[in-house]
Nanobody, 114 residues
Framework: VQLQASGGGLVKAGGSLRLSCAAS??????MGWYRQAPEKQREFVAA????????YADSVKGRFTISRDNNTKNTTYLQMNSPKPEDTAVYYC??????????WGQGTLVTVSS
């Protein structure tokens, strides 16, 4: 399975940005996003299952929305509304296949300016 993330960039606090992640090469059961800020550990952001159930980190609830392409189920999006400077990080796409094997994308940098 290969994951290709895109959509990162510079955004002002209070603005909006959408990340995308396209998976190929296998059947994906679970997709999500993690992030890693400078000098911090990678942390969970959001996840979505095949049935559409979602889960969010408390720090992004109400501001970020994860969704999934209804047709292919192999593309996930992270809509980032009202981002804050503390959301600045490299965002990584994550996926698990039928055997629950985990895969990671290359990361996309999001910088939120105050």
């Amino acid at each position: 399975v290969q994951l290709q993330a895109s959509g990162g960039g510079l955004v002002k606090a209070g603005g909006s940005l959408r990340l995308s992640c396209a998976a190929s090469g296998g059947i994906i059961k679970h997709m999500g996003w993690y992030r890693q800020a400078p000098e911090k550990q990678r942390e969970f952001v959001a996840a979505i299952a095949t049935d559409g159930m979602t889960n969010y980190a408390d720090s992004v609830k109400g501001r970020f929305t994860i969704s999934r392409d209804n047709n292919t189920k192999n593309t996930t999006y992270l809509q980032m509304n009202s981002p804050k400077p503390e959301d600045t990080a490299v965002y990584y796409c994550n996926a698990r296949n039928l055997f629950w094997k985990e895969f990671w994308g290359q990361g996309t940098l999001v910088t939120v300016s105050s």
